[in-house]
Protein backbone atom coordinates (compact mmCIF):
# COMPACT_ATOMS: atom_id res chain seq x y z
CA UNK A 1 0.00 0.00 0.00
CA UNK A 2 1.36 3.64 -0.82
CA UNK A 3 0.28 6.94 -0.67
CA UNK A 4 -1.47 9.25 -3.49
CA UNK A 5 -1.37 12.81 -3.40
CA UNK A 6 -3.90 14.45 -5.86
CA UNK A 7 -3.01 18.39 -6.25
CA UNK A 8 -4.61 21.19 -7.70
CA UNK A 9 -3.79 21.14 -11.52
CA UNK A 10 -3.14 24.13 -13.66
CA UNK A 11 -6.49 23.98 -15.33
CA UNK A 12 -5.23 26.74 -18.10
CA UNK A 13 -5.59 30.16 -18.73
CA UNK A 14 -2.77 31.11 -16.95
CA UNK A 15 -4.68 30.18 -13.52
CA UNK A 16 -2.45 30.61 -10.41
CA UNK A 17 -4.86 29.80 -7.74
CA UNK A 18 -8.36 28.35 -7.67
CA UNK A 19 -11.19 28.67 -4.63
CA UNK A 20 -12.33 25.33 -3.09
CA UNK A 21 -16.09 25.39 -3.86
CA UNK A 22 -17.45 22.24 -2.62
CA UNK A 23 -16.16 19.06 -1.15
CA UNK A 24 -17.78 15.42 -2.29
CA UNK A 25 -16.39 12.95 -0.56
CA UNK A 26 -15.01 12.93 3.21
CA UNK A 27 -12.15 11.19 4.98
CA UNK A 28 -12.81 7.48 5.32
CA UNK A 29 -14.23 6.57 1.59
CA UNK A 30 -13.33 4.68 -0.50
CA UNK A 31 -13.23 6.09 -3.85
CA UNK A 32 -13.30 4.99 -7.72
CA UNK A 33 -11.37 6.08 -10.53
CA UNK A 34 -12.65 8.78 -12.02
CA UNK A 35 -15.11 9.67 -9.13
CA UNK A 36 -16.26 13.13 -8.44
CA UNK A 37 -13.72 14.54 -5.44
CA UNK A 38 -14.32 18.26 -5.53
CA UNK A 39 -15.82 21.36 -6.85
CA UNK A 40 -12.75 24.05 -7.65
CA UNK A 41 -14.19 28.15 -8.75
CA UNK A 42 -11.28 30.12 -11.24
CA UNK A 43 -11.91 33.72 -12.36
CA UNK A 44 -13.70 31.60 -15.57
CA UNK A 45 -15.62 28.98 -14.53
CA UNK A 46 -16.89 26.20 -12.06
CA UNK A 47 -14.48 23.38 -13.09
CA UNK A 48 -14.94 19.36 -11.29
CA UNK A 49 -12.06 17.82 -10.39
CA UNK A 50 -12.26 13.40 -10.57
CA UNK A 51 -9.61 11.20 -8.94
CA UNK A 52 -6.74 9.44 -11.16
CA UNK A 53 -6.79 6.46 -9.06
CA UNK A 54 -8.76 4.43 -6.91
CA UNK A 55 -8.16 4.26 -3.23
CA UNK A 56 -8.98 5.35 0.30
CA UNK A 57 -9.50 9.33 1.58
CA UNK A 58 -7.01 9.88 4.49
CA UNK A 59 -6.66 13.45 4.36
CA UNK A 60 -8.36 16.76 3.02
CA UNK A 61 -6.28 19.86 2.47
CA UNK A 62 -8.92 22.85 2.74
CA UNK A 63 -11.78 24.32 3.81
CA UNK A 64 -14.74 25.35 1.44
CA UNK A 65 -14.14 29.07 0.11
CA UNK A 66 -10.06 29.01 1.40
CA UNK A 67 -7.77 29.14 -2.00
CA UNK A 68 -5.25 26.94 -3.31
CA UNK A 69 -2.07 27.66 -5.55
CA UNK A 70 -1.85 25.21 -8.47
CA UNK A 71 0.00 22.40 -7.26
CA UNK A 72 -0.76 22.13 -3.55
CA UNK A 73 -2.02 18.71 -2.45
CA UNK A 74 -6.06 18.55 -2.21
CA UNK A 75 -6.69 15.50 -0.95
CA UNK A 76 -4.40 12.29 0.44
CA UNK A 77 -5.22 8.40 -0.48
CA UNK A 78 -4.20 5.19 0.30
CA UNK A 79 -3.74 3.36 -2.59
CA UNK A 80 -2.69 -0.44 -4.02
CA UNK A 81 1.04 0.18 -4.65
CA UNK A 82 3.62 2.72 -4.04
CA UNK A 83 1.46 5.90 -5.70
CA UNK A 84 3.24 8.71 -5.75
CA UNK A 85 4.42 10.25 -2.10
CA UNK A 86 7.95 9.88 -2.49
CA UNK A 87 8.43 12.83 0.13
CA UNK A 88 6.70 11.18 3.19
CA UNK A 89 9.10 8.25 3.37
CA UNK A 90 11.69 10.99 4.67
CA UNK A 91 9.05 12.82 6.61
CA UNK A 92 8.88 16.11 4.27
CA UNK A 93 5.93 17.87 1.93
CA UNK A 94 2.97 14.90 2.83
CA UNK A 95 0.55 16.65 5.49
CA UNK A 96 -0.63 13.96 8.22
CA UNK A 97 -4.52 13.06 7.80
CA UNK A 98 -4.48 14.43 11.35
CA UNK A 99 -4.82 17.44 9.95
CA UNK A 100 -7.50 16.71 7.89
CA UNK A 101 -11.08 16.97 8.27
CA UNK A 102 -11.90 13.49 10.32
CA UNK A 103 -14.78 11.97 11.81
CA UNK A 104 -14.93 12.56 15.95
CA UNK A 105 -13.55 9.75 17.88
CA UNK A 106 -15.91 7.82 19.53
CA UNK A 107 -16.94 9.08 22.94
CA UNK A 108 -14.72 6.82 25.82
CA UNK A 109 -16.49 4.24 27.91
CA UNK A 110 -15.79 4.76 31.53
CA UNK A 111 -14.26 1.72 33.40
CA UNK A 112 -17.02 -0.17 35.62
CA UNK A 113 -16.25 0.15 38.88
CA UNK A 114 -16.48 -3.11 40.61
CA UNK A 115 -19.11 -3.50 43.15
CA UNK A 116 -18.10 -3.29 46.90
CA UNK A 117 -18.41 -6.68 48.36
CA UNK A 118 -21.48 -6.89 50.71
CA UNK A 119 -20.32 -8.26 54.16
CA UNK A 120 -22.25 -11.27 55.55
CA UNK A 121 -24.36 -9.46 58.17
CA UNK A 122 -26.18 -7.43 55.34
CA UNK A 123 -27.97 -8.94 52.31
CA UNK A 124 -27.11 -7.79 48.76
CA UNK A 125 -29.13 -4.84 47.85
CA UNK A 126 -31.19 -4.90 44.45
CA UNK A 127 -30.25 -2.67 41.62
CA UNK A 128 -33.11 0.02 41.31
CA UNK A 129 -33.05 2.83 38.67
CA UNK A 130 -32.71 6.06 39.59
CA UNK A 131 -33.72 8.40 37.00
CA UNK A 132 -31.27 11.28 36.18
CA UNK A 133 -31.99 14.38 37.21
CA UNK A 134 -33.09 17.18 35.13
CA UNK A 135 -30.68 19.94 34.32
CA UNK A 136 -31.18 22.37 35.99
CA UNK A 137 -32.89 25.45 34.00
CA UNK A 138 -30.33 27.61 32.09
CA UNK A 139 -31.04 31.20 32.49
CA UNK A 140 -29.12 33.07 29.61
CA UNK A 141 -27.99 36.22 29.48
CA UNK A 142 -30.17 38.44 26.89
CA UNK A 143 -28.10 38.25 23.28
CA UNK A 144 -26.83 34.87 24.34
CA UNK A 145 -27.30 32.39 21.39
CA UNK A 146 -28.83 28.91 22.58
CA UNK A 147 -27.36 25.88 20.89
CA UNK A 148 -29.57 23.90 18.71
CA UNK A 149 -30.10 22.96 15.19
CA UNK A 150 -32.50 24.08 13.00
CA UNK A 151 -34.70 20.89 13.30
CA UNK A 152 -34.66 21.76 17.19
CA UNK A 153 -35.39 25.54 16.47
CA UNK A 154 -38.00 25.04 14.10
CA UNK A 155 -40.06 22.85 16.62
CA UNK A 156 -39.57 24.83 19.54
CA UNK A 157 -40.99 27.60 17.25
CA UNK A 158 -43.88 25.98 16.48
CA UNK A 159 -44.31 24.66 20.24
CA UNK A 160 -43.89 28.66 21.28
CA UNK A 161 -40.93 28.00 22.96
CA UNK A 162 -38.19 30.69 23.76
CA UNK A 163 -35.00 28.54 23.50
CA UNK A 164 -33.22 31.25 25.67
CA UNK A 165 -34.84 29.36 29.09
CA UNK A 166 -34.75 25.84 27.25
CA UNK A 167 -32.02 23.70 29.22
CA UNK A 168 -29.69 21.98 27.15
CA UNK A 169 -28.39 18.84 28.18
CA UNK A 170 -26.37 18.47 24.59
CA UNK A 171 -22.50 19.17 24.33
CA UNK A 172 -21.50 22.80 25.28
CA UNK A 173 -25.18 23.23 26.45
CA UNK A 174 -26.55 21.81 23.13
CA UNK A 175 -30.71 21.79 23.47
CA UNK A 176 -32.11 18.71 21.84
CA UNK A 177 -35.38 17.04 21.01
CA UNK A 178 -35.49 15.44 24.60
CA UNK A 179 -34.55 18.77 25.88
CA UNK A 180 -38.14 20.06 24.46
CA UNK A 181 -39.60 17.19 25.29
CA UNK A 182 -38.76 17.49 28.97
CA UNK A 183 -39.81 21.41 29.28
CA UNK A 184 -43.37 20.61 27.67
CA UNK A 185 -43.53 17.92 30.26
CA UNK A 186 -42.68 20.22 33.76
CA UNK A 187 -45.77 22.39 31.97
CA UNK A 188 -43.85 25.67 31.40
CA UNK A 189 -46.02 28.21 30.63
CA UNK A 190 -44.63 30.06 28.18
CA UNK A 191 -45.96 26.66 25.78
CA UNK A 192 -48.64 27.76 23.73
CA UNK A 193 -50.27 26.07 21.23
CA UNK A 194 -50.32 29.03 18.58
CA UNK A 195 -46.98 29.56 17.21
CA UNK A 196 -48.55 32.68 15.61
CA UNK A 197 -47.09 35.29 17.60
CA UNK A 198 -44.14 33.12 19.14
CA UNK A 199 -40.75 35.40 19.45
CA UNK A 200 -38.00 33.81 17.79
CA UNK A 201 -35.00 33.65 18.41
CA UNK A 202 -31.48 32.83 15.97
CA UNK A 203 -28.63 33.58 13.61
CA UNK A 204 -27.18 31.88 10.85
CA UNK A 205 -24.04 32.75 9.62
CA UNK A 206 -23.72 32.52 5.50
CA UNK A 207 -19.85 31.96 4.70
CA UNK A 208 -19.81 34.01 1.31
CA UNK A 209 -17.77 31.64 -1.33
CA UNK A 210 -17.47 30.37 -4.59
CA UNK A 211 -20.46 31.96 -7.34
CA UNK A 212 -21.99 34.42 -4.61
CA UNK A 213 -18.40 35.42 -3.71
CA UNK A 214 -17.49 36.49 -7.41
CA UNK A 215 -21.21 37.91 -7.62
CA UNK A 216 -20.11 40.09 -4.54
CA UNK A 217 -16.97 40.84 -6.19
CA UNK A 218 -18.28 42.14 -9.35
CA UNK A 219 -21.15 44.00 -7.98
CA UNK A 220 -18.60 45.59 -5.91
CA UNK A 221 -16.36 46.57 -8.17
CA UNK A 222 -19.00 47.59 -10.88
CA UNK A 223 -20.40 50.43 -8.09
CA UNK A 224 -17.09 51.51 -6.97
CA UNK A 225 -15.52 51.97 -10.47
CA UNK A 226 -18.13 53.44 -12.63
CA UNK A 227 -20.30 56.45 -11.55
CA UNK A 228 -23.90 55.63 -12.76
CA UNK A 229 -26.66 57.78 -14.55
CA UNK A 230 -29.83 56.07 -14.40
CA UNK A 231 -32.98 56.96 -16.39
CA UNK A 232 -36.04 55.67 -16.71
CA UNK A 233 -38.83 56.23 -19.51
CA UNK A 234 -42.71 55.11 -19.20
CA UNK A 235 -43.16 52.79 -23.00
CA UNK A 236 -46.92 52.10 -24.29
CA UNK A 237 -46.18 48.26 -24.92
CA UNK A 238 -50.01 47.55 -26.50
CA UNK A 239 -49.21 47.43 -29.97
CA UNK A 240 -45.69 45.07 -29.38
CA UNK A 241 -47.80 42.58 -26.67
CA UNK A 242 -50.75 41.89 -29.26
CA UNK A 243 -47.73 41.18 -32.12
CA UNK A 244 -46.00 39.32 -29.48
CA UNK A 245 -49.85 37.26 -29.03
CA UNK A 246 -50.30 36.67 -32.63
CA UNK A 247 -46.58 35.32 -33.19
CA UNK A 248 -47.12 33.44 -30.57
CA UNK A 249 -50.05 31.67 -31.49
CA UNK A 250 -49.27 31.41 -35.59
CA UNK A 251 -45.41 29.85 -35.11
CA UNK A 252 -44.49 26.82 -36.23
CA UNK A 253 -44.23 23.96 -33.89
CA UNK A 254 -40.26 23.96 -34.22
CA UNK A 255 -40.48 27.77 -33.17
CA UNK A 256 -39.62 28.90 -29.69
CA UNK A 257 -42.18 30.89 -27.88
CA UNK A 258 -41.73 34.80 -27.93
CA UNK A 259 -41.18 36.62 -25.05
CA UNK A 260 -40.31 40.11 -24.90
CA UNK A 261 -36.83 39.94 -24.80
CA UNK A 262 -36.27 38.81 -28.68
CA UNK A 263 -38.32 42.11 -29.62
CA UNK A 264 -35.96 44.47 -26.97
CA UNK A 265 -32.37 42.81 -28.38
CA UNK A 266 -34.29 43.48 -32.32
CA UNK A 267 -34.38 46.99 -30.89
CA UNK A 268 -31.76 47.38 -29.62
CA UNK A 269 -29.48 45.97 -32.40
CA UNK A 270 -31.46 48.49 -34.76
CA UNK A 271 -30.93 51.70 -32.90
CA UNK A 272 -27.30 50.83 -31.18
CA UNK A 273 -25.54 51.88 -34.87
CA UNK A 274 -26.64 55.41 -34.33
CA UNK A 275 -25.46 55.41 -30.54
CA UNK A 276 -21.73 53.56 -30.96
CA UNK A 277 -20.50 54.88 -27.52
CA UNK A 278 -23.30 52.89 -25.67
CA UNK A 279 -22.13 49.30 -27.45
CA UNK A 280 -18.96 49.70 -25.85
CA UNK A 281 -16.38 48.46 -23.21
CA UNK A 282 -14.40 50.82 -21.22
CA UNK A 283 -10.83 49.97 -20.06
CA UNK A 284 -10.48 52.48 -17.67
CA UNK A 285 -6.74 50.95 -16.64
CA UNK A 286 -5.91 51.89 -20.16
CA UNK A 287 -8.21 54.68 -20.29
CA UNK A 288 -9.30 53.18 -23.78
CA UNK A 289 -12.94 52.71 -24.85
CA UNK A 290 -13.76 49.86 -27.42
CA UNK A 291 -16.38 50.56 -29.12
CA UNK A 292 -18.09 47.19 -31.18
CA UNK A 293 -20.23 47.22 -34.45
CA UNK A 294 -21.69 43.54 -33.66
CA UNK A 295 -23.63 43.46 -30.86
CA UNK A 296 -22.92 40.35 -28.07
CA UNK A 297 -25.87 40.68 -25.67
CA UNK A 298 -25.43 39.83 -22.31
CA UNK A 299 -28.56 37.92 -20.69
CA UNK A 300 -28.85 38.00 -17.23
CA UNK A 301 -30.15 35.00 -15.41
CA UNK A 302 -31.19 34.10 -12.10
CA UNK A 303 -30.00 30.35 -11.24
CA UNK A 304 -29.84 28.17 -8.45
CA UNK A 305 -26.27 29.35 -7.36
CA UNK A 306 -27.09 33.08 -8.36
CA UNK A 307 -27.16 35.55 -11.09
CA UNK A 308 -24.65 35.31 -14.27
CA UNK A 309 -24.72 36.52 -17.45
CA UNK A 310 -24.77 34.31 -20.63
CA UNK A 311 -24.04 35.76 -23.97
CA UNK A 312 -25.91 35.88 -27.00
CA UNK A 313 -23.54 36.61 -30.16
CA UNK A 314 -24.42 38.56 -32.97
CA UNK A 315 -27.84 39.29 -31.94
CA UNK A 316 -27.60 41.87 -35.14
CA UNK A 317 -27.71 38.65 -37.42
CA UNK A 318 -30.95 36.92 -35.66
CA UNK A 319 -34.62 36.75 -36.22
CA UNK A 320 -36.70 37.28 -33.60
CA UNK A 321 -37.24 33.69 -33.36
CA UNK A 322 -33.41 32.67 -33.57
CA UNK A 323 -32.87 35.02 -30.83
CA UNK A 324 -36.00 33.43 -28.76
CA UNK A 325 -33.84 30.20 -29.28
CA UNK A 326 -30.22 31.06 -28.48
CA UNK A 327 -31.86 32.85 -25.30
CA UNK A 328 -33.07 29.40 -24.59
CA UNK A 329 -29.77 27.81 -24.82
CA UNK A 330 -27.69 30.08 -23.32
CA UNK A 331 -29.59 30.64 -20.04
CA UNK A 332 -29.93 26.77 -19.73
CA UNK A 333 -26.33 26.20 -20.02
CA UNK A 334 -26.21 29.03 -16.92
CA UNK A 335 -28.66 27.26 -15.02
CA UNK A 336 -27.93 23.85 -15.57
CA UNK A 337 -23.79 25.20 -14.14
CA UNK A 338 -22.68 23.89 -17.68
CA UNK A 339 -21.85 27.29 -19.39
CA UNK A 340 -18.31 27.72 -20.62
CA UNK A 341 -15.59 30.81 -20.93
CA UNK A 342 -17.48 31.47 -24.26
CA UNK A 343 -20.32 31.50 -23.01
CA UNK A 344 -19.86 34.35 -20.30
CA UNK A 345 -17.75 36.69 -21.49
CA UNK A 346 -17.24 39.42 -24.21
CA UNK A 347 -20.82 40.84 -24.36
CA UNK A 348 -20.66 44.47 -25.35
CA UNK A 349 -24.25 45.64 -23.57
CA UNK A 350 -26.67 43.78 -21.45
CA UNK A 351 -30.49 43.37 -20.58
CA UNK A 352 -32.03 42.43 -17.09
CA UNK A 353 -35.32 41.58 -16.62
CA UNK A 354 -37.08 40.14 -13.60
CA UNK A 355 -40.23 39.32 -15.62
CA UNK A 356 -43.86 39.70 -13.89
CA UNK A 357 -41.71 40.93 -11.10
CA UNK A 358 -40.14 43.46 -12.38
CA UNK A 359 -41.81 46.24 -10.13
CA UNK A 360 -42.11 50.03 -11.45
CA UNK A 361 -38.73 51.00 -11.56
CA UNK A 362 -35.10 49.42 -11.18
CA UNK A 363 -31.38 50.61 -11.34
CA UNK A 364 -29.35 48.43 -12.35
CA UNK A 365 -26.09 47.90 -11.90
CA UNK A 366 -23.68 47.81 -15.02
CA UNK A 367 -21.95 44.68 -16.04
CA UNK A 368 -18.38 46.16 -15.98
CA UNK A 369 -16.47 46.89 -18.55
CA UNK A 370 -19.35 47.41 -20.48
CA UNK A 371 -21.04 51.01 -20.29
CA UNK A 372 -24.74 50.70 -20.37
CA UNK A 373 -27.56 48.23 -19.02
CA UNK A 374 -31.18 47.55 -19.80
CA UNK A 375 -34.18 46.47 -17.40
CA UNK A 376 -37.61 46.25 -18.46
CA UNK A 377 -40.00 46.25 -15.79
CA UNK A 378 -42.97 44.58 -15.63
CA UNK A 379 -46.22 45.03 -17.99
CA UNK A 380 -49.10 46.32 -16.29
CA UNK A 381 -53.01 47.55 -17.64
CA UNK A 382 -53.27 50.71 -16.86
CA UNK A 383 -55.11 54.00 -17.64
CA UNK A 384 -53.84 56.57 -19.84
CA UNK A 385 -54.68 59.48 -21.85
CA UNK A 386 -54.48 58.30 -25.49
CA UNK A 387 -55.49 60.18 -28.85
CA UNK A 388 -57.19 61.99 -26.86
CA UNK A 389 -59.30 59.95 -24.61
CA UNK A 390 -58.99 58.11 -21.80
CA UNK A 391 -58.14 54.27 -22.73
CA UNK A 392 -56.40 51.07 -20.76
CA UNK A 393 -53.36 50.60 -21.92
CA UNK A 394 -50.55 47.84 -21.66
CA UNK A 395 -47.76 50.26 -20.15
CA UNK A 396 -44.03 49.48 -18.77
CA UNK A 397 -41.46 50.97 -17.66
CA UNK A 398 -38.04 50.84 -19.22
CA UNK A 399 -34.74 51.15 -16.46
CA UNK A 400 -31.26 51.76 -17.60
CA UNK A 401 -28.13 52.47 -16.58
CA UNK A 402 -25.06 54.19 -18.07
CA UNK A 403 -21.62 54.92 -17.44
CA UNK A 404 -21.38 58.53 -17.06
CA UNK A 405 -18.00 58.39 -17.79
CA UNK A 406 -18.52 57.45 -21.21
CA UNK A 407 -22.14 58.18 -22.02
CA UNK A 408 -23.54 61.74 -21.39
CA UNK A 409 -26.79 62.33 -19.69
CA UNK A 410 -28.64 63.77 -23.24
CA UNK A 411 -27.54 60.78 -25.90
CA UNK A 412 -28.51 58.35 -22.74
CA UNK A 413 -31.40 59.68 -23.10
CA UNK A 414 -31.85 60.01 -26.61
CA UNK A 415 -30.86 56.51 -27.05
CA UNK A 416 -34.07 55.77 -24.93
CA UNK A 417 -36.07 57.81 -26.75
CA UNK A 418 -35.53 55.86 -29.86
CA UNK A 419 -35.52 52.90 -27.99
CA UNK A 420 -38.75 53.41 -27.26
CA UNK A 421 -40.91 54.82 -30.29
CA UNK A 422 -39.23 51.10 -32.03
CA UNK A 423 -41.43 49.42 -29.24
CA UNK A 424 -44.37 51.47 -29.21
CA UNK A 425 -44.24 50.97 -33.02
CA UNK A 426 -42.99 47.41 -33.27
CA UNK A 427 -43.52 47.27 -37.20
CA UNK A 428 -40.91 49.99 -37.62
CA UNK A 429 -37.77 47.37 -36.14
CA UNK A 430 -38.46 45.31 -39.03
CA UNK A 431 -38.33 48.19 -42.00
CA UNK A 432 -34.67 48.75 -43.67
Known amino acids: MGRYVFKLPDVGEGTAEAEIVAWHVAVGDTIAEDQHLVDVMTDKATVEMTSPVSGKVLALHGEPGSMAPVGAPLVVLDVDGAGNDTESKSGNGAVPAAKAKAPPPAPKLEEKKPAPKATPAAPTPKPTTVAAPAPAPVARA ?55 YARRDGEEEIK ?64 LPEFPQINARFDDEAGVVHRFAPVHIGIATQTPNGLIVPVVRHAEAMDLWQAAAEVARVSGLARDNKAGKDDLSGSTITITSLGPLGGIVTTPVINHPEVAIIGPNAIIDRPVVHNGHIAVRKMMNLSSSFDHRVVDGYDAAQFIQRLKSLLQHPSTMFMD
Not at 160 to 167: E, T
Not at 210 to 228: F, N, T, V
Request: proline content about 8%; overall charge positive.
Open 142 to 196: FGDKPLASPAVRKRAQELGIHLQYVPGSGPAGRITHADLDGYVARGTPSVRPSAG
Open 208 to 271: VIGLRRKIAEKMQDSKRRIPHYAYVEEVDMTELEALRAHLNATKRDDQPKLTLLPFIMRALVRV
